[in-house]
């Protein structure tokens, strides 16, 4: 009933924010369209009981309007380091369901992501929630941090999208609570997952949710 009140609450606080509520299946985003990027997602991680393929194209959601989505569904391509189409929602959680893991690539679920981070700090939140998953389920949280560094905003041009300074994650399960706040650079390495633990009121105070 808290976590219900909780959820219900934060997407309360995001409609007034301006924001499109997508309910898609097994996950929710709350998408700002100003920015053209999904600003906080929700979800709930059961036991892992699939193996459908992830999907190899990335999309448009057919349902959002044109001007509250990415310009392009193209890897993001520049000189200045590598980032990647950094997943909100991961498509393995929701190998389930052929629907599911298709609508994890809307671009509506994509962000730039610093390669190294992505695939270092944010894939290991990614598999704590998918070893945990399978002894209850888990309720997870998260969202993007735009701050005023607008030098690696390497994206306006092609996607329309800022690139995101920071991203932060809360995980529940039953009376558990773990958070952190990875900054979205190619230090936020696999191994350094601890050093950006947070708590929830830090958690609250960077993202204003």
């Given amino acids: 009933m808290r976590l219900f009140f909780l959820i ?20 929710n985003i709350w998408l700002d369209c100003d920015r053209r990027a999904a600003v906080m997602y929700q979800y709930t991680a059961t036991k892992d009981a699939g193996n459908e393929s992830r999907e190899h194209n ?28 950094g997943h909100m929602v991961p498509a ?12 994890t690539n809307y671009m509506v679920n994509i962000l730039p992501q610093a390669a190294k981070m992505n695939r270092g700090a944010f894939k290991a939140s990614e598999m704590i929630v998918e070893c945990l998953r399978e002894y209850a389920d888990i309720y ?7 701050k005023n560094d607008y030098s690696n905003d390497h994206f306006k041009e092609s996607h329309g999208i800022e690139t995101p300074e920071l ?24 191994g350094n997952l601890d050093s950006y633990l947070a708590s929830i009121h830090e958690i609250e105070r960077i993202s204003g949710v």
């Avoid at 997870?140 to 735009?146: D, F, N």
Wanted: charged share 25%.
């Fill in 8 to 27: 219900t609450l934060l997407a309360c606080q995001l409609a007034q924010a301006e924001t499109i509520a997508l309910k898609y299946e097994g996950f």
């Fill in 92 to 103: 393995n959680h929701f190998d389930h369901s052929k629907t599911a893991i298709k609508q």
């Fill in 58 to 85: 990335f999309l448009h959601d057919p349902e959002v309007p044109q001007d509250c989505q990415q310009k392009s569904v193209k890897s993001y391509k520049t000189s200045q380091g590598k980032y990647d189409r």
């Fill in 140 to 146: 997870v949280l998260g969202g993007a941090v735009w």
């Fill in 167 to 190: 991203f932060w994650k809360i995980l529940i399960q039953g009376e558990n609570v773990i958070g952190w706040i990875i900054p979205n650079k190619d230090e936020a390495r696999y």
